[in-house]
T-cell receptor, first 113, second 115 residues
């Protein structure tokens, strides 16, 4: 079962920052938080991931709360091409110590002009 | 960056026939690959984990005899949908672990339509 909850949809004006929240209150100490996005009928695209510390790359920033029960993905200057479904994922460990990504329901971000 | 190629991108088949989908890691070796299924307006559902040289591990509720997975090399995993029915029509996506910092690279997906 997915270990994350996200709002189903959000809107953002072009050029403004998009802040996408995610709750993962049952996350374990060794489980990473991953963010991917999916544009219609394509495979998911990696955005960023982290464990405890805040992370930043050329696409986005990831802010993880100190208790690790929630995180926020920040797209600093949203463009129309950022319109997509954004998935917050906790990497879980299955049987035989294998790890895997279990997707939640995601947030549909609509960037408008 | 890491690239995963999935083929075919679209396939239409008749009910009762079998369809094979290929997933290749182009510039890295992937000992583990994952197969997902996605119905319209829904999220990705993990079907199985494919390990090179061993049997796949299927998620609960996924029929292993219907969805045959073979991971014969470090760069290729295949998913065969056997005796396909219209309810198997879906978007199938593979992912390979490895090939960069992010750890999981996804293919572009295969849209299967069973008529």
């Amino acid at each position: 079962d997915a270990k994350t909850t996200q709002p189903p949809s959000m809107d953002c004006a072009e050029g403004r920052a998009a802040n996408l929240p995610c709750n993962h209150s049952t996350i374990s100490g060794n489980e990473y938080v991953y963010w991917y996005r999916q544009i219609h009928s394509q495979g998911p695209q990696y955005i960023i991931h982290g464990l405890k510390n805040n992370e930043t790359n050329e696409m986005a920033s990831l802010i993880i709360t100190e208790d690790r029960k929630s995180s926020t993905l920040i797209l600093p200057h949203a463009t129309l091409r950022d319109t997509a479904v954004y998935y917050c994922i906790v990497r879980v460990f299955g049987s035989y110590n294998t790890d895997k990504l279990i997707f939640g329901t995601g947030t549909r971000l609509q960037v408008f002009p | 960056g890491a690239v995963v190629s999935q083929h075919p991108s679209r396939v239409i088949c008749k009910s009762g026939t079998s369809v094979k989908i290929e997933c290749r890691s182009l510039d890295f070796q992937a000992t583990t690959m994952f197969w997902y299924r996605q119905f319209p307006k829904q999220s990705l559902m993990l079907m199985a984990t494919s390990n090179e040289g061993s049997k796949a591990t299927y998620e609960q509720g996924v029929e292993k005899d219907k969805f045959l997975i073979n991971h014969a090399s470090l760069t290729l995993s295949t998913l065969t949908v056997t005796s396909a029915h219209p309810e198997d029509s879906s978007f199938y996506i593979c992912s390979a672990r490895g090939g960069g910092d992010n750890g999981y690279t996804f293919g572009s997906g295969t849209r299967l339509t069973v008529v």
